[in-house]
């Protein structure tokens, strides 16, 4: 099996009670609500990749303030008209916080929308899986930067797919 690594950055914004989110267009049409950040261009830092990635998913300059964790994950991803793969995710996640801009939706991106959610609405929201990780990296900030799956808990939930 063809194996694929993945290294990606992104920012936890909360402002006012809100956090904000963009929406992932997955590539059967559904739509999740997801952190912004994405892929790292390669010699790209991290930290740069976060900027940019919020930069262009939401119009926002940010500015990454502290480091909260990185999330791994692994799992067989289908790929079309081609033999499944062995994908491995390593999401680097920083609380951010927004510097200037204004709120816009990327276009002809992988995101439709951005937009601020109370946080007590997160649980309500269609979303990735990430955003549960990086909510609680963000509320518990392990001094390791990792989250621990608890005992007989699947790492990731419900079936939603993976935003690599």
């Known amino acids: 099996m063809r194996q694929e690594l ?3 950055a992104y920012a936890v914004c ?3 009670g809100s956090i904000l989110l963009a929406r992932w267009v997955a590539p059967d049409g559904t739509r999740y609500w997801t952190l912004p950040g994405g892929g790292m261009e390669h010699g790209e830092d991290p ?16 500015e990454p303030v502290a480091l909260l964790g990185v999330d ?3 799992h067989t991803r289908q790929r079309r008209l081609r033999s499944p793969a062995d ?14 801009g204004e709120l816009r939706h990327e276009t ?26 990086a909510l609680r990296l963000w509320r518990e900030r392990p ?8 005992p007989g808990a699947p790492p990731d939930s419900g079936g939603v797919p993976h935003r690599s």
């Open 6 to 8: 993945r290294v990606a």
């Open 72 to 74: 791994s994950r692994r």
């Open 87 to 100: 994908h491995h995710s390593l999401r680097i996640v920083y609380e951010a916080q927004v510097t200037g």
């Open 108 to 133: 002809g991106g992988s995101t439709d929308r951005a937009a601020w959610h109370p946080l007590p609405a997160v649980p309500r929201l269609q979303r990735v899986p990430l955003v549960d990780v």
């Open 143 to 150: 001094a390791a930067g990792r989250m621990l799956t608890p």
């Open 47 to 62: 930290h740069d990749t976060v900027v940019r990635e919020v930069e262009e998913e939401t119009g926002y300059t940010a």
């Open 14 to 16: 909360v402002q006012d």
